[in-house]
């Protein structure tokens, strides 16, 4: 069973444009979702991270929009770059330190 | 270095051989966590330390993976009777004990089973 759902698979975007990847989940104890950055060849990096407290957290070009009745995240990246490209990681915990559950990925290209 | 570091970083062995693979994590981090990333795939969590103790290790896929972290630092992921299947990507990453979620995680053990 899939505890997070992620689209698209793959997304390509023009320089300059808004990315935007989408989560769902089911669990309900979920209380921390956080964005993980992978570059080929290298592990996973926070990207941006938000709890459901809060419906929106924006850290520069990366927002993450929260429907908590709707048990949906998504990441938004405002003016994507070609160094944006990479695979992207939605994850959910029921709290901090539990082992984070990913979605299956989507792979940004951004190109010029 | 003050990442977490992972060796071997590419391991190629036969099907049925004994496998270890090596965490080093961020110093002063008690947490440890191991997941598996298969092509295309996002992480799989294996199993997660908190000191010296596996505090969950429900998503070890069966009998023939084990971890250990004897001391509280470096741990020990190992395969026995390794399959074709058990090709992957071997992450382990830490966190520390603020509690933010942050995981760090290291660039991964590559491992073929021929």
């Known amino acids: 069973q899939q505890q997070v759902k992620q689209s698209p698979q793959s997304l390509i975007v023009q320089k300059g444009g808004i990315s935007i990847i989408n989560c769902a989940y089911e669990n309900t104890a979920f209380d921390y979702f956080p964005w993980y950055q992978q570059f080929p060849g290298k592990g996973p990096a926070l990207l941006i991270a938000i709890r459901p407290d809060v419906s929106e957290k924006k850290e520069g070009r990366f927002t993450i929009s929260f429907n908590k009745s709707a048990k949906q995240f998504s990441l938004h990246i405002m003016d994507s770059q070609p160094g944006d490209s990479a695979t992207y990681f939605c994850a959910a915990s029921p709290s901090g330190n539990t082992p984070l559950v990913f979605g299956k990925g989507t792979r940004l290209s951004v190109i010029a | 270095g003050a990442g977490v570091s992972q060796t071997p970083s590419n391991k190629v062995t036969e099907k049925g051989k004994y496998v270890e693979l090596r965490c080093d994590p961020i110093s002063g981090h008690t947490a440890l966590y191991w997941y598996r990333q298969s092509l295309g795939q996002g992480p799989e969590f294996l199993i997660y330390?908190?000191?010296?103790?596996?505090?969950?290790d429900s998503g070890l896929p069966n009998d023939r993976f084990f971890a250990v972290r004897p001391e509280g630092s470096v741990s020990t992921l190992k395969i026995q009777r390794t399959e074709r299947g058990d090709s992957a990507v071997y992450l382990c990453?830490?966190?520390?004990?603020?509690?933010?979620?942050?995981?760090?995680f290291g660039e991964g053990s590559r491992l073929t089973v021929l």
């Open positions: 990453a830490s966190s520390s004990q603020s509690n933010t979620g942050e995981l760090f």
């Open positions: 330390f908190q000191g010296t103790g596996a505090a969950d």
